[in-house]
């Protein structure tokens, strides 16, 4: 979980970290540090103003004024960066997608990824160490050897391994005849791992303040003033902004959010939990994942074991956990590693998510002429943070998507375009 | 953990009901809804923080849908009644 961001400071001088400051800093015993970030007031009018001081939102203000040279830009955060999804997720990095759009997407994202902390000059831990989805069937089998082999005509990374393969891989694995959930092999996507999730979103908070933006924590935003078919200002606890485009990025909380716009979304909020072992030595040096289980586990530096699973199933918007999803995890990693069963869980949490109805985001246009909406990433936005703010970015400099987002439109579903890669038909709960 | 009173059964844990969804109502004659109308009902949502009427079916138990009127922040059911039996808000 994310830890609150040090108090501000005007005087905030933008370093570079590398050995040099390192070893400089050691003789003032790290006590002379700058701060990563200021924390302005807020100014009385942007030209972007971004709400949601996710990963998503810092990202988009970070490539605003990278990639488009806009700086006039706020980021208004209603709590404390990475307080949201950001700071609450299982940090799994993939772009093994099935469906052109979302391949293409998530791939771009991963190749973010992979030169993220020297583009940040900040560590974001990014760890490939591989996602192995377990086949637990011929069905399954099938199904991943076509995921696989789409993955491979899109240039994306995949391996089908076979039982021996994946018992090499992972030891611990019951890979016997008798194990609760047999194992018939599985699909490697070994480019895919894990990253430090607070981070990201101090790393771009970093990158997009060093740039001009001004990042405002504690601004819950509590409505818009429309002029005809526009927005022109935002009320917030903070004072009202006025704001020439603006930039919604509030996962869990966009149908909240958008209704204070008068918009509807194809758009459910549910709670998704995880949970952490005690710390263990090493033993689990890659992301293994069970559809049939609905289950994943990685290993965290701290060698706590991270476990996810489903959602709670219903509505919410509470942003804590509730036993039943926990113990269907617990019982899915002892069926899985029967070695871990005396393993003591330390502590769960929950998020609340933004379920789209077809299971793919939406990044584009909104029917206000300068609203922009950034939403319904469900259980894997993590990994899409770099995208997202790559592609949002130009979707409100430039009023119109690039290439890599365009079939992530809202009005896709009034058009029968969805994107639902499960085929799990439209309900929220169900990709 | 979650309490829902089925009308039916009584008092019983949240395993043993299946969620169902908002219980949005299908546009009244299907014949007349054109495409806007049907996008509205199949993919829209209010998706309230707060009161919430939607559908669970009571599949462990006696198997029959209700509805429920549930808090969305705070899991509170509010009431449970037979579908289209809640009373008004
Ligand atoms: C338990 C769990 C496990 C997950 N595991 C993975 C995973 O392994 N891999 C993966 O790719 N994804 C995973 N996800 C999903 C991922 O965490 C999210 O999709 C992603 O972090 C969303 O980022 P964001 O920046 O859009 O949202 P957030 O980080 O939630 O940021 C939105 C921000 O908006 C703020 N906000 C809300 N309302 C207002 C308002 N009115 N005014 C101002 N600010 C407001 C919130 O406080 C919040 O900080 C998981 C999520 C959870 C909960
Ligand atoms: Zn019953």
Not at chain 1, 5 to 34: G, M
Not at chain 1, 207 to 231: H, L, M, P, Y
Request: hydrophobic share 40%.
């Amino acid at each position: 979980m994310a830890l609150c961001a040090p108090p501000s400071n005007p005087n905030t001088l933008i370093v570079k970290y590398s050995i040099v400051s390192l070893l400089r800093n050691a003789f003032s015993h790290h006590e002379q540090w700058p701060l990563a970030w200021r924390s302005p007031p807020p100014k009385p009018e942007y030209d972007v103003v971004i709400i949601g001081g996710g990963g998503h939102g810092l990202a988009t203000a970070y490539y605003l004024a990278k990639e488009h040279g806009i700086t006039n830009v706020a980021v208004l955060e209603k709590g404390y960066l990475g307080g949201g999804n950001t700071g609450r997720n299982t940090t799994i990095v993939r772009s093994n997608y099935f469906l052109d759009a979302n391949a293409h997407f998530y791939e771009h994202s991963l190749k973010l990824w992979e030169n993220l902390s020297a583009d940040l000059n900040f560590n974001v831990m990014f760890s490939p160490r591989g996602v192995l989805n377990l086949a637990h069937s011929h069905a399954d089998l099938e199904a991943y050897s076509r995921r696989g082999n789409a993955m491979r005509v899109n240039g994306i990374d995949a391996e089908l391994l076979g039982l021996d393969e994946v018992r090499r891989m992972v030891p611990l694995l019951d890979c016997s005849a008798e194990a609760r959930y047999p194992v018939m092999g599985g699909l490697l996507q070994r480019r895919g791992g894990t990253a430090r999730h607070d981070a990201v979103a101090w790393g771009y908070a970093r990158g997009a303040d060093s740039r001009g933006v001004d990042i405002i924590q504690q601004c819950e935003v509590t409505g818009f003033s429309r002029s005809g078919n526009r927005i022109t200002g935002i009320d917030t606890s903070r004072g009202h902004i006025r704001a020439g485009k603006i930039g919604l990025a509030v996962a869990g909380h966009s149908g909240q959010v958008a209704a204070l716009a008068g918009l509807r979304l194809p758009i459910e909020s549910h709670v998704l939990q995880a949970l952490v072992s005690e710390p263990v030595k090493p033993v689990l040096d890659t992301v293994v994942t069970s559809g049939a289980a609905h289950f994943y586990v990685s290993q965290s530096d701290k060698g706590e074991l991270v476990l996810g699973g489903d959602l709670d199933m219903y509505n919410s918007y509470g942003q804590r956990s509730n036993l039943p999803p926990v113990e269907h995890a617990v019982q899915s990693l002892v069926a899985l590693f029967p070695c871990f069963s005396r393993l003591r869980m330390l502590r769960t949490w929950g998020g609340v998510m933004d379920m789209s109805m077809d299971g793919s985001p939406i990044i584009g246009k909104s029917p206000i002429d300068n609203l922009y909406l950034n939403c319904g990433w469900c259980y894997g936005g993590f990994k899409a943070t770099p995208a997202s703010g790559w592609c949002f970015a130009h979707t409100i400099a430039q009023d119109r998507p690039h290439a890599l987002n365009a079939a992530f439109t809202l009005d896709r579903y009034a058009q029968g375009r969805v994107l639902d890669e499960r085929g799990a038909g439209p309900f929220a709960w169900a990709h | 953990m979650m309490l829902i009173h089925c009308p039916h059964c009584g008092a019983r844990d949240v395993t043993e009901f299946t969620y169902g969804g908002a219980g949005a109502a299908r546009p009244a004659d299907p014949a007349a809804a054109d495409d806007p109308q049907w996008a509205d009902y199949v993919y829209m949502r209010d998706n309230p923080r707060g009161l919430h009427d939607e559908l669970w079916q009571h599949s462990a138990g006696c198997r029959r849908w209700i509805a429920v009127r549930r808090n969305t922040l705070t899991h509170d059911v509010i009431a449970t009644a037979r579908p289209g039996e809640l009373p008004p808000r």
